[in-house]
């Protein structure tokens, strides 16, 4: 009899899709180290995301969604608006991915959060509403290594080995 594999509940921070997507142009990085320290973060990121994708179930907010839109579009090298778009629609619309609503409760606790830990609301805003859903986050920010963070009870784990400040 086949065992069926049991599926992951987790939140991967934004930063990590990024890097998986954006592949570093070292024509427009200032130093070599630079370049190939990015271009590490990107080949760790894709390694990543295909040693969990058919064992998870990716969960979002509605405000990461949005933060990974904007990254794609607008920060560093700007991918096509099309190509954007119909990678949102499919991260959106997947099997495997939940999107849960960003409520009021949530900004207000996310705000007492950022206020008490000194980290800006953006990081909260993409847990608190999930936090209940998942077993374990999926991160590069610095900023989850804080207690505070730690203190929301949820795993955190870096799976490229560096901690960026962001």
């Known amino acids: 009899m086949m065992r ?3 599926i992951r509940n987790v939140f991967v921070d934004t930063e990590l899709w990024i890097y998986s997507l954006k592949n570093p142009d070292a024509s427009k990085y200032p130093a070599k180290e630079l370049y ?3 271009r590490r973060k990107h080949l760790r990121a894709q390694s990543f995301f295909k040693r969990f994708t058919r064992d998870s179930q990716f969960f979002f907010t509605t405000h990461q969604v949005c ?4 990254a794609l579009r607008f920060r560093g090298t700007r991918l096509d608006p099309a190509f954007v778009q119909k990678y949102i629609d499919a ?3 997947a099997k495997s991915n939940r999107v849960i609503e960003t ?11 950022s206020i008490a830990a000194n980290i800006h609301v953006w990081d909260f805003l993409c847990v ?7 077993d374990v986050i999926y991160t ?3 900023h989850f290594t804080h207690q505070a963070m730690r203190d929301l009870g949820v795993a955190i784990k870096n799976p490229i080995g560096t901690w960026d400040e962001l």
């Not at 409760?105 to 959060?113: E, M």
């Open 4 to 6: 069926q594999a049991s």
């Open 36 to 38: 190939e320290q990015d």
């Open 67 to 70: 933060e990974i839109y904007h």
């Open 91 to 93: 991260l959106v619309s």
């Open 103 to 113: 409520t009021r409760d949530d900004v207000k606790r996310c705000i007492d959060l």
């Open 128 to 134: 608190i509403p999930i936090l209940n859903k998942i």
């Open 140 to 142: 590069s920010d610095k």
